[in-house]
């Protein structure tokens, strides 16, 4: 898979602390969710509005390292939001299979209603999650690059010594 002449494994590698920013939080919810800290204090620590803020942290990367255009921030979108969702999605999965219940299933944080096997509530990440998710991630991203673009331009790399 290539986006912007750049593969997977380049893109991946651009994104790698991002992936671990979106894991950190992931981890974190569920400790403190599961060491009974306030919900309101639960609801602070999301991994969907970390998702969104990596999704930036992407686009500044993919601009000021010149790093691709905007195929490679939807690209970016796409990855971020499925690593999100992976790893909700595998919260759900322990649930439904061990019947232990987790901060992603309990109640008033997924609101699905009755879902014993949590089927709802994954098919619910896997489009929601991942299908509207990288679209918006991409719109606001593209957006995002564009007014970087326009505002900040970055002197590209000219390897021509030509000059005269």
């Given amino acids: 898979m290539k986006a912007g002449g750049h593969g997977l494994r380049e893109q991946i590698r651009l994104l790698w602390p991002l992936f671990v920013l979106i894991a950190a939080v992931f981890f974190l919810r569920l400790i403190i969710a599961a060491a009974g800290t306030p919900g309101w204090i639960v609801r602070l620590v ?76 994954l098919l619910g990440h896997l489009s929601g999650g991942v299908g509207l998710g990288t679209l918006e991630g991409a719109a606001e991203g593209c957006i995002v690059l564009w007014l970087l673009r326009m505002l900040l331009p970055v002197q590209t790399r000219n390897h021509n010594r030509d000059n005269g």
Avoid at 61 to 85: D, E, M, P, T
Avoid at 95 to 114: D, F, L, M, R
């Fill in 46 to 121: 999301s991994v969907t509005v970390t998702t969104s803020v990596a999704i930036l942290l992407a686009v500044a990367l993919i601009h000021f390292r010149q790093a691709g255009g905007y195929a490679k921030v939807v690209v970016a979108s796409f990855l971020l939001n499925a690593w999100a969702q992976l790893l909700i999605m595998g919260a759900i999965l322990f649930t439904g299979i061990t019947g232990i219940h987790n901060v992603y299933t309990y109640p008033e944080y997924a609101s699905v209603g009755p879902d014993p096997n949590q089927i709802r509530h």
